[in-house]
């Protein structure tokens, strides 16, 4: 099996490094990431300029180093090695849970794999004051892989995230999907000029069953996704409403 390895926190990230090591149990890895963090870079790519592949060699890993967002890592990824398998995303130095995932580089890079074909997993842990204690999480990162890709092919895309503790076990969860109260904070930079802090506070509670829920009980979450954002349920009943054409 050929794993390529992605992630959106950059090449020297010490998540990336702790997933190639436990992926090289389940087949031949080769790194690609971005030479700098791209966190919240979403699913852009890069269109109006060329980019650099660069080996950059990390540990015993086959690795290169791409100037450009974590979906272009995995296209350039994809091109230059023939036969890729699977693409695994992270582990991401912070959670993408619920509306996170709609910006999450991480996430994007796995999206990225699923559009060409492939499957896609990302990977990310909670954060807290220090890095996550990866030699803490290995043990539950093999389980989830041996679950995802020699157990379990079936699923195209999935989202895992892990706790910021020893986890309990692992979950099969959906999206968490929280309204929330946005809020501006403003301040001065030393020269006295304005900037702003986006920042939101949510407004429901964590629902039982989703991935924010899992995660905060100590467990894995592992939220099978997909890439058709179809809500079947209104366009059937637009349908029968108002029929066009």
């Known amino acids: 099996m050929r794993i390529l390895v992605a992630n959106d926190d950059g090449i020297y990230s010490p998540g990336i490094a702790a997933l190639a090591e436990v992926a090289t149990k389940f087949g031949e890895v080769r790194v690609v990431a971005p030479d700098v963090e791209r966190s919240s870079a979403g699913h852009s790519i890069t269109a109006m300029r060329p980019l650099s592949y660069r080996r950059t060699p990390i540990g015993n890993y086959e690795a290169y180093r791409v100037d450009g967002t974590p979906a272009d890592c995995v296209a350039l990824g994809i091109f230059n090695w023939e036969k890729v398998d699977v693409v ?16 999450s580089g991480t996430l994007a890079a796995a999206k990225q794999a699923t559009l ?83 920042n939101v506070v949510p407004v429901e509670e964590t629902e039982e069953g989703t991935d924010r829920w899992a995660v905060e009980q100590g467990y894995v979450s592992l939220t099978p996704l997909r890439l058709d954002l179809t809500n079947e349920k209104e366009l059937t009943a637009a349908l029968v409403r108002y029929p066009l054409g």
């Open 88 to 103: 695994l995303s992270g582990i991401n130095l912070g959670s993408n849970l619920g509306n996170s995932i709609w910006h």
């Open 116 to 198: 060409l074909g492939l499957r896609g997993i990302a990977l990310s842990s909670t954060v807290t004051i220090d890095e996550p204690n990866f030699d803490l999480l290995k043990p539950s990162l093999e389980e989830v892989l041996t679950l995802l890709l020699t157990e379990n092919k079936d699923y195209c895309l999935v989202n895992v995230n892990f706790p910021d503790e020893k986890p309990k076990g692992l979950r099969w969860t959906r999206q968490s999907v929280r309204h929330y109260d946005g809020k501006i904070a403003t301040g001065e930079d030393p020269f006295g000029r304005k900037h702003f802090w986006f």
